[in-house]
Nanobody, 123 residues
Framework: QVQLVESGGGSVQAGGSLRLSCAASEYTPSIRTMGWFRQAPGEEREEVAIIYTVSGYAYYFDPLKGRFTISQDNAKKTVYLQMNDLKPEDTAMYYC????????????????WGQGTQVTVSS
């Protein structure tokens, strides 16, 4: 069972930045895809960004491209999400996810999930 622990959430004003971290109990090669997803109240969980742990290739949910950056530190078994120019509509619970296969944007593809970290952006 892979354990994922997120941190770094908080409350910021619009235009501010936050850096989320997700520490995994296991990483490559057993984990092939790591992802960040978010869920606002009353909304479905949606993809933010994913990274393939072996190649380092990253994919972003189009509207967020340019503001958010996903990265990894394989030695620390940690994935990061740098979020800049935050907007009130970015307010959500942010979740880290992992899977042993190459996965895409659908949350139900991922086997492992963290507990989430809250991001609140005020105007």
């Amino acid at each position: 069972q892979v354990q994922l622990v997120e941190s770094g959430g908080g409350s910021v004003q619009a235009g501010g930045s936050l850096r989320l971290s997700c520490a995994a109990s296991e990483y490559t090669p057993s984990i092939r895809t790591m992802g960040w997803f978010r869920q606002a109240p009353g909304e479905e969980r949606e993809e933010v960004a994913i990274i393939y742990t072996v190649s380092g290739y990253a994919y972003y949910f189009d509207p967020l491209k340019g503001r958010f950056t996903i990265s990894q530190d394989n030695a620390k078994k940690t994935v990061y999400l740098q979020m800049n120019d935050l907007k009130p509509e970015d307010t959500a619970m942010y979740y880290c996810a992992a899977d042993g296969r190459i996965r895409g944007s659908r949350p139900n593809e991922y086997a492992y999930w963290g507990q989430g970290t809250q991001v609140t952006v005020s105007s």
